[in-house]
């Protein structure tokens, strides 16, 4: 059933004149010249083969693929899309199997695509999303409608709230955020560096690249378009801000915790140095006292401190593999889930009157002019709520714990219309052959507007008797108090390289009541300023993203189906955004915005992207395939190890915070270590 409807969004795909399904001889260099030729080949070729034999060039198709899994420069990619097509098959008779209605629906819109032209202008595409992407259908034409059910849904009843909030931000809030560090685009490093750190940087960009992130740093990037540099201005600007207002000391500077990750493994060692170096270079941040915490440093908390302590206090002498868990090298999970741990750390062994973590991303800053004018409130009055730590019911009636809290993000370009912006917007525009399949950006609108956007006294909610919760969070903007890490230890496997924020919430979906939530603190909104100053880094690392965004999806649904047997319970609570990762059909989906994705880079104009996507996509799917693969997967292995390590981590401080409180020699000692340790870090 599915051939018609691929041979039917091939139509979109086509180009002109036939494809030549020949094999590339001759030297390398040769073959490096056909490139996009024989990758637009085997790309198509996979589309037609699951197109069907009905398709006038499947004969063809199927041989070429056939032929280049021997090809020594193109086996690895014929090879994925041979075996796709496999799995494709096998997914799809298991879904019509145990769904009589997607089968419905498949089969509806097999027969359909057959008599009606549903790719023809000005026609919705919600046939095909009622297939691949359910979530997305009707959203368009009934947004309005879609914004008032999820408010509803999101909807608590506060039965008690915090009677002791947060009082003094400056004081009480460790805030964090994540440097994430690559090499120069071009392989050579700025000469307004030292010449021994110019010479590392060379030899370490000749290194494979081990991880992809959104929009890392270069290192000797001009200091104009360095995130650090301009976070931490903005944040030292906004605590200026609060002290003339009152709301902190002029004497009490914030602690601004830092880890930094890196994209090649000889980075990790020069990270420090090259951040020391060029926050020096700035002339520091009189009101932040910055700390940078690399995987050299982490390594030495495990071996000094959290192993020596876990071998004392809990006869765990084999506790440094479990304990690795705690890092910030490696996918974004990892050093998410480090920066909020490590308050729990720094309360007990470094500073006990941190009460709450806070992250903010680098591109980003507290818009605090707008923020007293149109949300009542300066950021640091914002987070001087008792509804952050309250209890209530949610909207079926099960108790929640508010005990996190999420904001909002604006574009820079789109402050000046209000701060109440959306950063997301429904689309306006024409969309691409792979968007048929999948399009994560309507529910993302839809659950911005709902979520994120909602503000008190409208509609019923009057963030005191009511509030909001969240599912729909971003990377920066949120915070969780230290009780409540301690309580219900939440984390994000380090597995995951896209989303890792909301994914950090699925890990105490299935715990006991009251289920940890996130407030929404209306007007908590952060101005976005990555556009005004990283679009190079930004479109350097877009193929990259992109082919994250894929693996997210296949991620997401392993995942959620090795929290809870009932696959579909936990996606109604994730819907619509977050939800929408979460499929029946993840080989599917993935395969087929993957074949339509790269056919349009080749059908616009811009082959070397669609070389370099379908190239560095083939390697980087079939991992993340082979890893969600098997009753005793890769993936399962690697998450019943994390949460290991997690409750092994709090285990270990609740250990040493006793041994402190009764005032023992050994613990003492460790507190004394620790502090050694995170004063290393210290850098402004």
Same mark, same amino acid.
């Not at 500073?351 to 605090?368: E, H, M, S």
């Not at 409130?377 to 709520?385: C, D, K, N, P």
């Not at 999420?406 to 997301?424: C, K, M, Q, W, Y």
């Not at 936990?570 to 029946?584: E, M, Y």
């Given at each position: 059933?599915?051939?018609?409807?691929?041979?039917?969004?091939?139509?979109?795909?086509?180009?002109?004149?036939?494809?030549?399904?020949?094999?590339?001889?001759?030297?390398?260099?040769?073959?490096?010249?056909?490139?996009?030729?024989? $990758?637009?080949?085997?790309?198509?070729?996979?589309?037609?083969?699951?197109?069907?034999?009905?398709?006038?060039?499947?004969?063809?198709?199927?041989?070429?693929?056939?032929?280049?899994?021997?090809?020594?420069?193109?086996?690895?990619?014929?090879?994925?899309?041979?075996?796709?097509?496999?799995? +494709?098959?096998?997914?799809?008779?298991?879904?019509?199997?145990?769904?009589?209605?997607?089968?419905?629906?498949?089969?509806?819109?097999?027969?359909?695509?057959?008599?009606?032209?549903?790719?023809?202008?000005?026609?919705?595409?919600?046939? @095909?999303?009622?297939?691949?992407?359910?979530?997305?259908?009707?959203?368009?034409?009934?947004?309005?409608?879609?914004?008032?059910?999820?408010?509803?849904?999101?909807?608590?009843?506060?039965?008690?709230?915090?009677?002791?909030?947060?009082?003094?931000?400056?004081?009480?809030?460790?805030?964090?955020?994540?440097?994430?560090?690559?090499?120069?685009?071009? /392989?050579?490093?700025?000469?307004?560096?030292? *010449?021994?750190?110019?010479?590392?940087?060379?030899?370490?960009?000749?290194?494979?690249?081990?991880?992809?992130?959104?929009?890392?740093? &270069?290192?000797?990037?001009?200091?104009?378009?360095?995130?650090?540099?301009?976070?931490?201005?903005?944040?030292?600007?906004?605590?200026?801000?609060?002290?003339?207002?009152?709301?902190?000391?002029?004497?009490?500077?914030?602690?601004?915790?830092?880890?930094?990750?890196?994209?090649?493994?000889?980075?990790?060692?020069?990270?420090?140095?090259?951040?020391?170096?060029?926050?020096?270079?700035?002339?520091?941040?009189?009101?932040?006292?910055?700390?940078?915490?690399?995987?050299?440093?982490?390594?030495?908390?495990?071996?000094?401190?959290?192993? &020596?302590?876990?071998?004392?206090?809990? /006869?765990?002498?084999?506790?440094?593999?479990?304990?690795?868990?705690?890092?910030?090298?490696?996918?974004?999970?990892?050093?998410?889930?480090?920066?909020?741990?490590?308050?729990? @750390?720094?309360?007990?062994?470094?500073?006990?009157?941190?009460?709450?973590?806070?992250?903010?991303?680098?591109?980003?800053?507290?818009?605090?002019?707008?923020?007293?004018?149109?949300?009542?409130?300066?950021?640091?009055?914002?987070?001087?709520?008792?509804?952050?730590?309250?209890?209530?019911?949610? =909207?079926?009636?099960?108790?929640?714990?508010?005990?996190?809290?999420?904001?909002?993000?604006?574009?820079?370009?789109?402050?000046?219309?209000?701060?109440?912006?959306?950063?997301?917007?429904?689309?306006?525009?024409?969309?691409? &052959?792979?968007?048929?399949?999948?399009?994560?950006?309507?529910?993302?609108?839809?659950?911005?507007?709902?979520?994120?956007?909602?503000?008190?006294?409208?509609?019923?909610?009057?963030?005191?008797?009511?509030?909001?919760?969240?599912?729909?969070?971003?990377?920066?903007?949120?915070?969780?108090?230290?009780?409540?890490?301690?309580? *219900?230890?939440?984390?994000?496997?380090? @597995?995951?390289?896209? =989303?890792?924020?909301?994914?950090?919430?699925?890990?105490?979906?299935?715990?006991?009541?009251?289920?940890? $939530?996130?407030?929404?603190?209306?007007?908590?909104?952060?101005?976005?300023?990555?556009?005004?100053?990283?679009?190079? $880094?930004?479109?350097?690392?877009?193929?990259?993203?992109?082919?994250?965004?894929?693996?997210?999806?296949?991620?997401?649904?392993?995942?959620?189906?090795?929290?809870?047997?009932?696959?579909?319970?936990?996606?109604?609570?994730?819907?619509?955004?977050? /939800?929408?990762?979460?499929?029946? +059909?993840?080989?599917?989906?993935? #395969?087929?915005?993957?074949?339509?994705?790269?056919?349009?880079?080749?059908?616009?104009?811009?082959?070397?992207?669609?070389?370099?996507?379908?190239?560095?996509?083939?390697?980087?799917?079939?991992?993340?395939?082979?890893?969600?693969?098997?009753?005793?997967?890769?993936?399962?292995?690697?998450?019943?190890?994390?949460?290991?390590?997690?409750?092994? #981590?709090?285990?270990?401080?609740?250990?040493?915070?006793?041994?402190?409180?009764?005032?023992?020699?050994?613990?003492?000692?460790?507190?004394?270590?620790?502090?050694?340790?995170?004063?290393?870090?210290?850098?402004?």
């Amino acid at each position: 059933m599915l051939a018609p409807i691929v041979h039917h969004l091939l139509r979109l795909v086509s180009e002109r004149g036939r494809l030549r399904f020949t094999r590339i001889s001759g030297s390398e260099s040769e073959k490096r010249s056909h490139d996009p030729q024989t $990758a637009r080949a085997l790309n198509m070729a996979f589309l037609i083969c699951l197109a069907g034999n009905r398709h006038p060039d499947y004969a063809r198709a199927d041989n070429f693929l056939s032929q280049m899994k021997h090809s020594p420069r193109w086996s690895t990619t014929a090879a994925f899309y041979h075996s796709g097509i496999k799995r +494709i098959q096998q997914e799809i008779d298991i879904a019509c199997q145990q769904d009589d209605d997607f089968a419905l629906r498949l089969k509806t819109l097999s027969d359909d695509v057959g008599r009606c032209e549903y790719l023809s202008p000005g026609v919705l595409p919600d046939r @095909f999303w009622s297939v691949f992407f359910p979530e997305g259908s009707g959203i368009l034409q009934e947004s309005a409608s879609r914004v008032a059910a999820l408010r509803a849904k999101r909807r608590v009843s506060i039965t008690e709230l915090n009677a002791d909030p947060i009082a003094d931000p400056a004081r009480e809030i460790l805030f964090t955020s994540n440097i994430l560090l690559t090499v120069p685009p071009d /392989g050579r490093s700025s000469e307004h560096l030292p *010449h021994e750190l110019r010479s590392k940087i060379d030899r370490i960009a000749s290194e494979p690249q081990l991880y992809w992130y959104d929009h890392p740093i &270069p290192i000797g990037v001009v200091p104009q378009n360095n995130e650090v540099l301009y976070g931490l201005r903005g944040l030292n600007k906004a605590l200026e801000f609060e002290r003339r207002r009152g709301n902190a000391s002029n004497r009490q500077n914030m602690t601004c915790l830092l880890s930094v990750s890196v994209t090649h493994d000889g980075l990790h060692d020069i990270g420090q140095e090259y951040i020391a170096e060029e926050l020096a270079r700035a002339g520091g941040f009189s009101n932040l006292n910055v700390f940078l915490v690399t995987e050299v440093a982490t390594r030495q908390i495990i071996d000094e401190l959290l192993a &020596p302590a876990a071998d004392r206090y809990l /006869g765990r002498p084999d506790s440094e593999k479990l304990l690795a868990v705690f890092g910030v090298d490696g996918e974004y999970g990892r050093h998410y889930s480090f920066l909020k741990a490590m308050a729990v @750390f720094w309360h007990i062994l470094i500073d006990p009157q941190i009460r709450a973590t806070f992250k903010i991303d680098l591109d980003q800053v507290f818009p605090q002019q707008d923020l007293t004018e149109q949300a009542q409130g300066s950021a640091f009055e914002l987070f001087q709520t008792p509804l952050w730590g309250a209890c209530g019911t949610d =909207a079926e009636g099960k108790p929640v714990d508010l005990s996190m809290i999420a904001g909002a993000l604006v574009n820079e370009r789109d402050i000046h219309r209000s701060l109440f912006t959306p950063d997301v917007r429904y689309p306006d525009r024409p969309l691409s &052959p792979d968007e048929y399949i999948f399009f994560s950006q309507l529910p993302q609108a839809l659950s911005t507007e709902a979520e994120m956007m909602a503000r008190y006294g409208i509609d019923d909610l009057d963030g005191h008797a009511n509030c909001l919760q969240r599912i729909h969070v971003t990377g920066g903007t949120n915070g969780i108090l230290i009780e409540a890490l301690r309580r *219900h230890r939440p984390f994000t496997p380090s @597995f995951i390289g896209r =989303a890792e924020d909301q994914a950090y919430i699925m890990s105490t979906i299935t715990d006991s009541t009251p289920q940890l $939530a996130y407030l929404h603190r209306a007007g908590l909104i952060m101005r976005h300023d990555k556009e005004a100053f990283a679009a190079d $880094a930004i479109q350097a690392s877009f193929v990259g993203r992109l082919i994250g965004d894929y693996i997210r999806l296949l991620y997401y649904t392993a995942y959620a189906a090795e929290l809870s047997d009932d696959l579909s319970g936990i996606k109604a609570r994730l819907d619509p955004f977050t /939800g929408c990762f979460i499929t029946r +059909i993840p080989i599917t989906v993935t #395969y087929l915005r993957f074949g339509l994705k790269a056919a349009t880079f080749f059908l616009e104009g811009h082959p070397l992207d669609g070389v370099q996507f379908i190239r560095s996509g083939a390697r980087r799917i079939a991992r993340a395939i082979d890893f969600i693969s098997g009753a005793d997967s890769e993936l399962k292995k690697r998450l019943a190890g994390e949460r290991a390590g997690w409750d092994l #981590y709090y285990d270990t401080l609740a250990c040493v915070q006793r041994a402190l409180d009764s005032d023992a020699s050994f613990g003492l000692a460790l507190k004394r270590r620790a502090q050694d340790i995170i004063r290393a870090c210290k850098v402004s």
